[in-house]
Each structure stands twice: as C-alpha cells, then as structure tokens.
C-alpha cells in the first residue's frame, strides 16, 4: 500500500539517523512552522522557541510515526498550535498593561520604507485580532492549509471556520482600510 | 452558486480561487465570470489580499537552523544503526588483532631453550691447561 503522506519517506530517513535527512526536515518544515508561530505569537524570541519544541518532538517521533492515521504535516500543525495556545493563555495569565517591545526582524533595507510600514501595519493588525479569528486567518491564509484541515486543527466544523475567517477579514479591512467592520 | 453563497465564500477566503473550498471552486469561479457585482467583490478583496501578503516573516538564521539540527544528534546517537555501526567498528579491530596474533604464532622464528636443546654446549672452560693450575708448588 501506497503511503499519500508527502512527508513520509522523509520521516523515515530521519528514523534511520542520516544527516542528510535532518538536514532536509529543517529546511522544508522550518519556514512554515517559523511563519505559524511567529504570527500567532507576534513575537520571533516565542517562535523560534516554539519551532525548536516542534523539532524536538519530530526527532523523538521519526521512529514511532505510524502513517494512515494523519498527514505529517497536520500533525506537526497541531503540535505547534498547541504550543503557542500554551504560550498565550500564560501571556493572559501575566497581562500587563503595557505590552513588551516586541523586537522582530522584518525584511531587510533592501525591502525598503514603504514595504516595511506596510508588513509593519498588517503585523499589527494580525496581533490585534482575537486569538480564535487569529488562528484562523493564519490557517487558512497564510499556511494555505484547506478549510478542511483549518477547521479539523481548530476544532470546529467548516462553516465556524468560515464565521471566524468572515469577521478576521472584516477587522483586518477596519485596521488596514479604514472600513467599519 | 447563489450570489449569497460566492460572497460568503470570497468573504471568508478572499479573492484567490486556490483558497476557496475545492467543492465550489469551479462553480464559483464560473459565476465569478458573468456576474458584475460578484467581480467588484473580488477586487476588493484581491486589495486586502495583497496587503496581507506584505506580512512576510524573515527566515531563520544560522543560529536557530544549526540549533535545530544539534538537537538532533542525541537521538541519533542512541540509535540502533549508530550502535550497530560502532559495534563494527569495534569487531574489525579485534578481527585485526586475532589475525595478527595467529600470523606471529606462525611466523615468527621460536625462541631456542636449553630445555630442549641437544646440540652440545659450546661454552666450556678448558681447565687442562697450566695456566689453571691449582697446585702453588713453584
């Protein structure tokens, strides 16, 4: 039988110990773990310590993974969503009043002025969006993951996710348009 | 596709047909084409779209990269084809020295012993002689 996990004869490479393999794991699960974390948190110290978690429990996984119970991919989604809820909640618990600065490298002076000011609003924006619809635009747009598998990793059915999604969009709008949402 | 369902999908999902549901995509993708009220919905979302593009995250430096991969050596360490590569290792060199000890056992010239040795003694003190006279009669 012919596995459909695109990232399973990777897995098993890194099961069997090659550097190589390792190599290969971080360069092509890296980027989109970096991404999730770093706009759900907002923060790029909390996602880089969220991406090196999730890595940690692949290399402990690789020998145990047992394919046809869920992609790869979804879960290392769920790992990763759970570690930043995590991360959250605790940042709830000890709220204070004025947020920490937040040092986060955007693009670099190549990306110039304008660009900046504009990755600088969305962030913005995105950061401050409710937890939930945060997710959920995170999900779906810029993981790209269906509203499927969006709606399976949140817990909720499709048409929730599309409620959430609906009202993120409209509050983005409001934030980066000037539309009233 | 009612014009209420296509707003609500490009609502939800933006103007990008990859991300709306695979099941509706190509219906409305087709009622996107002849409906005007539908393709100024798009446009305006297509402008929403391409502002939260703009939202890219820097990859990952050296540092966090060379981190990640370190933290996976433990594991391979303790794995049974690291295990298995040293245990050869460590054979080939005792195969090494049980050859080399049966090649000297062959080989090597054996030590003579007087034990075994029937040749007759050659060193001998000839105490015929006058010079070893033990008579001090002048």
């Known amino acids: ?22 190599r290969d794991m971080v360069a092509r699960k890296l980027p989109r773990l970096l991404g999730l974390a770093n706009r759900l948190l907002g923060d ?20 145990k993974w047992r394919s046809g119970e869920a992609l790869f991919d979804t879960w290392i989604h769920r790992v990763a969503l759970n570690l930043c809820m995590d991360r959250l909640r605790k940042r709830r618990e000890i709220y204070v009043a004025q947020p920490p600065d937040r040092a986060d490298p955007g693009p670099g002076p190549d990306g110039g002025i304008a660009a900046r ?14 937890d939930r619809q945060r997710e959920a635009i995170v999900l779906q747009y810029y993981q790209e993951l269906s509203n499927v598998e969006a709606a399976a990793l949140m817990g909720i059915g499709v048409e929730a996710l599309e409620s959430l999604l609906a009202r993120a969009r409209r509050n983005l709008r409001a934030s980066l348009v000037g539309d009233r949402p | 596709m009612t014009p209420e369902r296509f707003l609500e999908i490009v609502d939800a ?11 509706e995509r190509a219906e409305a993708e087709a009622f996107a084409l002849n409906d005007a009220e539908a393709q100024a919905t798009l446009a305006r979302e297509a402008g929403l779209d391409r502002m939260l593009g703009a939202y ?49 056992m ?7 012993t007087f034990a075994d040795d029937d040749q007759p003694i050659l060193t001998s003190f000839d105490v015929s002689g006058g010079d070893y006279d033990l008579d001090d009669t002048p």
């Open chain 2, 56 to 104: 890219r995250i820097a990859p990952a430096g050296s540092a966090l990269t060379g981190a990640i991969i370190a933290s996976a050596r433990p594991r391979r360490r303790l794995s049974w084809a690291v295990i298995l590569k040293g245990l050869g290792i460590v054979g080939a060199g005792l195969a090494g020295a049980l050859v080399g000890t049966f090649l000297m």
């Open chain 1, 44 to 63: 790029r110290a909390e996602a880089e310590d969220v991406a090196q978690d999730v890595f940690l429990r692949i290399w402990r996984q690789a020998g």
């Open chain 1, 1 to 22: 039988m012919t596995s459909n996990d695109p990232d399973e004869a990777l897995l098993k490479r890194v099961a069997g110990g090659g550097d190589g393999a390792v």
């Open chain 2, 13 to 23: 999902y933006g103007a990008a047909a990859r991300r709306w549901p695979a099941e």
């Open chain 2, 106 to 112: 062959v080989y090597a010239p054996s030590t003579p």
């Open chain 1, 117 to 130: 000011e504009e990755r600088d609003a969305v962030k913005a924006a995105i950061d401050a969006l409710p």
